[in-house]
């Protein structure tokens, strides 16, 4: 058997390895991101605190999916309530003005 393999490099582990997991790892994103609400223990998103829903909202009104801001499905969906609340009394906006 070959002690290497067709890429070129070590098949029986070693610092290839590690380092080919190491980059993917990075391309993956490195650190998994935890739930702002679930960390403060907070049972309720109010819909009146507009500076926090902001938070949440990108720069042409979207909601930030949960893969990006990091919350749980949980709070994810209390969330989306608490924006749609804000929208419908005008604390919020649907969408951004512009061309």
């Not at 419908?88 to 649907?94: D, E, G, S, Y």
Request: include cysteine; proline fraction near 3%; charged fraction near 30%.
């Amino acid at each position: 058997m070959d002690p290497f393999d067709d890429r070129g490099g070590y098949s029986e582990g070693g610092a290839a390895e590690i380092a080919a997991e190491n980059i993917a790892a990075r391309r993956r994103g490195g650190r998994k991101r935890v739930c702002k609400f679930c960390v403060e223990k907070v049972t309720g998103i109010d819909y009146k605190d507009a500076s926090l829903l902001r938070y949440f909202l990108s720069d042409r009104g979207k909601v930030v999916p949960r893969r990006i801001s990091g919350t749980c499905a949980l709070h994810q969906r209390m969330l989306i309530g608490a924006i749609k609340r804000g929208r419908m009394i005008a604390l919020l906006p649907f969408t951004t003005s512009g061309k």
